[in-house]
């Protein structure tokens, strides 16, 4: 649709409710969601006035809670997260101070309202306080990098963090003073105090159709940080690691018990594995993954090409939004709207983590050490792969 809608409806999870019948659409849910501790993951009322700003301010507000089993030694561990998805808010050929001002202003909207929900720990998508210019290769879209320590943005997000309590992740273009201005991809991780607990950039740059990301930055250099922060151990996989199971692995590794992929993907490229990446992360590391994918169709002011055969064009394709929220135990959350801004506000039990440790064992049963030997001699320049060729060919 060209309104960036699924066949008029916002989610598939309305299109399914619009043909199926309720006592149908259950097990539907069932098979593509998944059951949290036995049943399917329901939603949260929130208070009326909140529902009411969102469509007054136009944008989707979805709610998810997922439970763990009640437990004899320990209280559960309860904590209310906030995912933001936004589309830009000016033309890309607006003066870049009017575009910066204009998104936080429309960010801050959603920040609000999640503040006021309780949420306290929220995450931006990827590079959320600028155009995702990189698919035109033109250096001019630096400009919108930033300091960790003193950049616009992330001081915007720090008075919110401040205001109300919460962690925020603020994902940004980051300048790099220290080191000759260098530009990164970076999540700023605050605290809820409004303090800069550390940052992580982005280990895995795509090289693949207009993902141009490698002419403005390079792999990240700062490891699998985990943050350990007032509610809870979280860490922060950028956009295209998602592809890579060791990223998300390292990071389980590490003892993260919520990790958030900020993103910016289109739909001609990776509709179909965005419901899936996430919640197999999940499963296999027995851990919470939010998704926080951008939302609308950026046009810029001159046309590009990315070498793979398609004719010269402005714009990248549509960002589907479809943010949404997986459970160490396989169980996910509806997504947000596929065409338009939108919070999602989730209660996440962090007990469930290692409930589902403990269940299947997944780490007990790794082989580490195994492994470790193997990929010790697969980066060796002699490597031979371990193939054994039927004698009769």
């Known amino acids: 649709m060209t309104d960036g809608s699924l066949a008029g409806f ?15 659409l259950q097990h539907a849910r069932r098979v593509l969601y998944g059951l949290n501790v036995g049943e399917l993951v329901k939603g949260i009322d929130l208070d009326p006035v909140l529902c009411g700003r969102s469509l007054e301010q136009d944008f989707d507000l979805r709610t998810a809670a997922f439970r763990a089993a009640p437990e004899q030694m320990r209280p559960p561990r309860v904590v209310r997260i906030g995912l933001i998805q936004n589309k830009i808010v000016l033309p890309t ?10 998104i936080r202003e429309r960010v801050g909207q959603m920040l609000e309202t999640a503040g006021q929900a309780g949420v306290k720990v929220v995450c931006l998508q990827e590079a959320w306080h600028m155009p995702f210019a990189f698919c035109t290769r033109e250096k001019h879209w630096c400009e919108f990098a930033e300091s960790v320590e003193n950049g616009e943005s992330v001081s915007f997000c720090q008075a919110a963090a401040k205001r109300w ?8 273009l980051e300048r790099d003073a220290a080191h000759n201005e260098t530009v990164w991809n970076t999540a700023v991780v605050i605290g809820h105090n409004g303090n800069i607990i550390g940052k992580h950039r982005k280990n895995h740059i795509p090289r ?23 509610f809870g151990r979280i860490a922060v996989n950028i956009c295209y690691g998602r592809h890579h199971p060791m990223n998300w692995q390292a990071f389980g590794m590490n003892g993260a018990e919520l990790v958030f992929n900020p993103a910016a993907t289109v739909g001609d490229l990776s509709e179909p594995l965005w419901p899936v990446e996430a919640r197999n992360a999940a499963i296999a590391n027995s851990y919470f993954v939010a998704a926080i994918n951008r939302v609308g169709t950026e046009v810029f002011p001159r046309e590009f090409t990315s070498g793979d055969g398609k004719p010269a064009h402005k714009d990248f394709g549509h960002f589907y939004g479809s943010s949404y929220v997986a459970a160490p135990d396989g169980s996910r959350s509806p997504s947000l709207a596929r065409h338009k801004d939108g919070l999602m ?8 983590c290692r409930q589902t440790k403990d ?3 997944f780490q007990m049963t790794a082989r580490y050490e195994m492994y470790a030997e193997f990929f010790n001699r697969f980066v060796q320049p002699d490597f031979k792969p371990q193939i054994i060729r039927d004698s009769t060919l």
Not at 210 to 225: A, Q, R, V
Not at 345 to 352: G, K, M, R, S
Request: net charge negative.
């Open 93 to 102: 050929d607006a003066p870049f101070t009017e575009q910066a001002k204009a």
């Open 345 to 352: 506000v989730a209660d996440i039990d962090l007990n469930l």
């Open 359 to 361: 269940k299947w064992g």
């Open 165 to 172: 309590g919460m962690v925020v992740i603020c994902p940004i």
């Open 10 to 24: 916002a989610t598939l999870e309305e299109l399914m409710e619009e043909y199926m019948p309720p006592e149908k």
């Open 208 to 230: 693949v159709g207009d993902f141009n990301e490698s002419t403005y930055y390079m792999e990240g250099n700062t490891g699998h940080p985990v943050f350990e922060t007032a």
